[in-house]
């Protein structure tokens, strides 16, 4: 049995109105195949590759999720009136990408996180402000990240579905044509 290689599949933008007609570019492999053979191993393969991203991308999201979480909980801790050189109040759910699970906020907001928040102990007010200010600037970054992330899921979904269908719609189709042929016979 060949293996059914496509470089690439789409949708036609120059497709009848309402209809979605299916591009197939680079196809080797697909010898002794009918059309609709053809069309659902192309489409279902492009559906389990689209399905992994989509899963990479949930993951994604979760992991920026827990890091939201965990400048939410250091901001409190800010905010109510911690030090710099305190013990960082991090979720366990949070998984420590580059600073010790036992780091202060300090060590969190600038190893872990990359923010610039340098000041002398203790804090003054407007100093406590300018850091709970960058944090929030931070968390504000990584909201804008996760609707992206979200817009960037629900395309693929939407892709995978056009896929599906499209699929479907031409192995239904060429179904119905060779029993139709085959009656006729």
């Known amino acids: 049995m060949s293996t059914i290689e496509v470089q690439q599949i789409g949708t036609n933008r120059y497709a009848p109105a309402g209809a979605n007609a299916v591009c197939l570019y680079g196809i080797e492999g697909a010898d002794g195949l009918t059309l609709a053979q053809l069309v659902s191993a192309v489409c279902i393969r492009r559906c389990a590759h689209l399905e992994s991203r989509a899963v990479g991308r949930m993951n994604k999201m979760t992991q920026n999720n827990t890091y939201m979480d965990a400048l939410a909980s250091v901001c409190k801790q800010i905010a109510a009136d911690a030090e710099l050189n305190a013990a960082a109040n991090i979720p366990d759910s949070y998984e420590m990408r580059k600073a010790d699970r036992n780091c202060t906020i300090y060590q969190f907001l600038t190893l872990e996180c990359g923010l610039d ?26 909201n804008t990240t996760s609707q992206e992330d979200v817009i960037e899921l629900q395309s693929m979904i939407n892709w995978r579905d056009v896929t599906y269908n499209a699929s479907s719609g031409i192995v239904s189709r060429y179904g119905n044509t060779e029993a139709n042929i085959a009656g006729n016979i």
């Open 117 to 142: 928040v340098t000041y002398a102990y203790p804090l003054t007010y407007k100093q406590r402000m300018d850091v709970i200010g960058t944090v929030k600037t931070a968390m504000d970054s990584a």
